[in-house]
């Protein structure tokens, strides 16, 4: 992994920069779109060389300084093409939770791919060559990771500031809960019922779900810690049932919540 020294940001003046999909829905690119106005500082400080959503034309072979990829690995393409990436760049971010911790697409490998086909398309697809969805940053090293479904803007804005100037942006680590308190937002689960997973998330989205009376479903992955034992036990405190408990809790970043020795708890959680 690339570990930007202290003070020694990226050499070139313009840093070439690529941005790339692997399979997901695109919303990573979309939210690097939506930056607007700072797109057009960004454009300025970095050469933009290799973005298929946003260019017609594209250098597909040229040395990166910097790439972002979004999306899960379902694909032998996808692995092929994010190996490619990762050997033509010098710095590789993750961008959004499919790419960092398998996200919604990693929710069907519970599944198997004939019950899938069935239930979508009711009949056999020869075209589909999918297997099991996961993350891209169990493939390549990554030498920086945007959770978010979508990320958020003010930290991958962060992110590249760290880059250019040679350090690491800190990203929060405390639960979503510290940033739905700090708003004093009347608590989900005390006050309605609900299942939120806001005690067991990474803040960085300023709590949005709860700020907009909807409980958290934990699309940034877990904190490192996320006392799944004393949430399970406070959730159920409040008549909420174990599988609610453990569907939410799969949703997103499905994967990162089992292993992270979840599963026993989860299975506790289906009674
Ligand atoms: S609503 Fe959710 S995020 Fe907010 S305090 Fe309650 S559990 Fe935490
Ligand atoms: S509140 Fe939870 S689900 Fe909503 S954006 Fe934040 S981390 Fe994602």
Not at 168 to 174: D, F, G, K, Q
């Amino acid at each position: 992994m690339n570990v930007p020294r202290a003070g020694q940001g990226i050499a070139a003046v313009r840093p070439k920069v690529g941005v790339f999909g692997l399979t997901g829905c695109a919303g990573d690119q979309l939210q690097i779109l939506n930056c607007e106005e700072v797109l057009l500082r960004l454009a300025e400080r970095l050469d933009i060389v290799d973005w298929v959503m946003a260019r017609s034309e594209n250098d597909a072979v040229c040395r990166l300084d910097i790439a972002f990829v979004e999306g899960v690995v379902a694909t032998e393409r996808d692995l092929e093409a994010l190996r490619t990436i990762r050997a033509r760049s010098a710095y590789l971010v993750a961008i959004g939770t499919c790419a960092v911790l398998g996200g919604l697409p990693a929710m069907r490998n519970d599944l198997s791919r004939e019950v899938l086909q069935r239930e979508v398309y009711h009949q056999e697809v020869p075209f589909l060559d999918s297997v099991e969805a996961h993350a891209a940053a169990d493939f390549v090293p990554f030498d920086a990771k945007l959770p978010g479904c979508p990320i958020e803007r003010h930290e991958l804005l962060q992110t590249i500031n760290a880059l250019l100037a040679g350090t690491r942006a800190e990203l929060p680590t405390m639960p979503v809960c510290w940033e739905c308190k700090a708003k004093e937002n009347l608590c989900r689960v005390v006050r309605f019922g609900e299942v939120c997973c806001g005690a067991m998330t990474r803040a960085g989205c300023g709590a949005r779900c709860p700020s907009h009376n909807v409980p958290c479903a934990g699309c940034r992955g877990p904190v490192e810690e996320p006392w799944w034992d004393a949430n399970v036990t406070m959730l159920k405190g409040q008549g909420i049932s174990g599988k609610e408990i453990a569907d939410r809790m799969r949703r997103f970043s499905a994967p990162a919540w089992m292993t992270l020795n979840l599963e026993k708890e989860a299975g506790h959680a289906q009674r």
